[in-house]
């Protein structure tokens, strides 16, 4: 059992350009990690003796909400730059120690590197946050929508500065 | 006015009624449900069809085919992506058929009103709905009510004039 700054310690070492920061928050521990490099942390997290992180507990799209926001005539915001993020929640059977790692990526360009090939309960969780947030998951076998129509084209539903379309399907959709 | 079996008869061997009253009774006394359940109003619509409150006993049996049913009850929350297949459903079964809305979520978006943003604020968007059972979710008294006021509507129905 290890805590989650001997984790970051060991990580920092093995990847010292994609391992970003430590936030030693009481509650929880993060630790930060380049999007594109995810997949190779994760691998590592995984396979590495004495940290064998069998288990993806949760993987949850995050909309930062970070950036300039601009109020429109109509009572809504628009938001443009900052940054959405992706949490992974992991978990060792074996070895009972939990670690949280984020990524964060820009609102114009969302993208990070699937880990669904690591634990595979990570395709459905990645995904529900393309559905819901937008990420974009690289690599991933099947990026659809999960929970919304696959024809709905008015955006993300959870990012903060969503939209309610006027229609869909000829079915009036605000109240 | 009376139904058809609480009329005193006094030859038992012939019962006059009108071929309307007729018909009606007997489609009112046996109105087929296509099992449809989609939310927490779901579990109070089969508690409804379980013994204690027994549907049954106003011959209204779950069918699982809309080619077999004569109403479908919208127990739930209805999401637009559900909304085309309740659609669907709907022209699938045969005339005459009869909708109850059931419960705040079918009847207008309910708590999702507002920010629901999957929600269809109100069946009646998009099938027309006979009875709408408010409650959240309505209690098993309230859906029999409901259907009795369903019955009372085909009791009152004809052949010749389209009823409201």
Do not use: C, N
């Given at each position: 059992m290890k805590t989650r700054e001997e984790i970051f310690n060991i990580l920092k070492q093995e990847f010292p350009q994609d391992v970003l920061e430590f936030q030693n928050i009481p509650t929880e521990p993060i630790i930060t990690v380049n999007p594109l490099a995810i997949h190779r942390v994760c691998l590592f997290l995984r396979e590495t003796a004495g940290l064998?992180?069998?288990?993806?507990?949760c993987l949850s799209g995050v909309d930062d909400a970070n950036g300039e926001k601009t109020n429109d005539p109509d009572g809504s915001v628009t938001i443009k730059g900052g940054t959405l993020s992706v949490y992974y929640h992991l978990h060792s059977m074996k070895l009972d120690h939990k670690v949280t790692l984020r990524v964060s990526t820009p609102r114009e360009d969302p993208e990070a590197e699937s880990v669904e090939s690591i634990w595979k309960c990570a395709d459905w969780h990645e995904r529900e946050a393309y559905d819901m947030i937008g990420i974009i998951f690289l690599h991933h076998p099947d990026l659809r929508r999960i929970l919304?129509?696959?024809?709905?084209?008015?955006?993300?539903?959870?990012?903060?500065d969503y939209k309610n379309p006027e229609f869909y399907q000829g079915m009036k959709v605000p109240y | 006015m009376k139904s058809l079996l609480d009329q005193e008869f006094t030859d038992g061997n012939i019962v006059i009624a009108k071929t309307e009253d007729l018909l009606n009774w007997a489609r009112l006394s046996s109105l087929w449900q296509l099992g449809f359940g989609l939310a927490c109003c779901a579990i109070e619509m089969m508690a409804t069809s379980a013994?204690?409150?027994?549907?049954d006993r106003f011959g209204v049996i779950p069918r699982p085919s809309p080619r077999q049913a004569d109403i479908i009850i919208i127990s739930g929350t209805v999401t637009l992506k559900m909304a085309t297949r309740i659609k669907r459903l709907f022209e699938q079964m045969p005339e005459p058929k009869y909708i109850i809305s059931m419960g705040s979520c079918s009847n207008c978006?309910?708590?999702?009103?507002?920010?629901?943003?999957?929600?269809?604020?109100?069946?009646d968007r998009v099938i027309p709905v006979d009875v709408y059972v408010p409650g959240c979710p309505p209690r098993p008294e309230a859906l029999l009510e409901g259907l009795l006021k369903l019955q009372e509507k085909v009791r009152n129905e004809s052949l010749v004039k389209k009823t409201l």
């Open positions: 064998e992180f069998d288990t993806l507990m919304m129509p696959y024809d709905w084209d008015a955006g993300y539903p959870l990012r903060k | 013994s204690h409150y027994d549907f978006g309910g708590p999702y009103w507002q920010h629901g943003y999957h929600v269809l604020k109100g069946i």
